[in-house]
């Protein structure tokens, strides 16, 4: 299984410039999660998941946008990229059901935004 | 005062060396605690998971949990220079939003 799989792994924006990261997981899990990590500050949660069609905003939600339109999918859209968002986003996903499962991690897509 | 405080270092030890991390909470509420382990440029990867309080071991790795304090730890016995990497302890409570609370990290040398 390939678990957590994000796309691109590194990309550089131009201020105002817009961008998809891609995020899916084969593990059918319906829990998904965008986290953004700046140095020496942790995980920050953007939005999560908790199923196909719903979605709710975390720490940190300005200036992003997501879908779940299935249960492996779960993109993060920056609509008007500002060098503030230059970080390393990590897509997680957790869980089959209700019970309480930690969180499965890709290996996060650099950006970088100039 | 955060809810999950953890110092990031950097913790520098030499190679066979027992390693201590720690966090503290402040969330009572807090029921599973989970311990990460992040190598450069890859995502987390969870290394050990444990419910309420008490100790479990894995190989080299011990977590362990005192809910009286709010207080955890990770400990690594016979480190290797394999083990650098930063270390994030995570934690939820139960029941409602499973959104998990993560420390900032420690970063961990084993040198040679």
New interface residues.
Partial sequence: NAG?TQTPKFRILKIGQSMTLQCTQDMNHN?M?WYRQDP????K?IY?SVGAGITDK?EVPNGYNVSRSTTEDFPLRLELAAPSQTSVY?C?S??TGNS?????????T?LSIL | QKEVEQDPGPLSVPEGAIVSLNCTYSNSAFQYFMWYRQYSRKGPELLMYTYSSGNKEDGRFTAQVDKSSKYISLFIRDSQPSDSATYLCAMTASGGSYIPTFGRGTSLIVHP
């Avoid at chain 1, 020496?40 to 995980?43: C, I, K, Y």
């Avoid at chain 1, 969180?103 to 996060?108: E, K, L, R, S």
């Fill in positions: 957590v829990y999660y020496g500050m942790g995980l949660l999560y975390g990590f997680a957790s869980g309480n499962q930690p969180q499965h991690f890709g290996d996060g650099r």
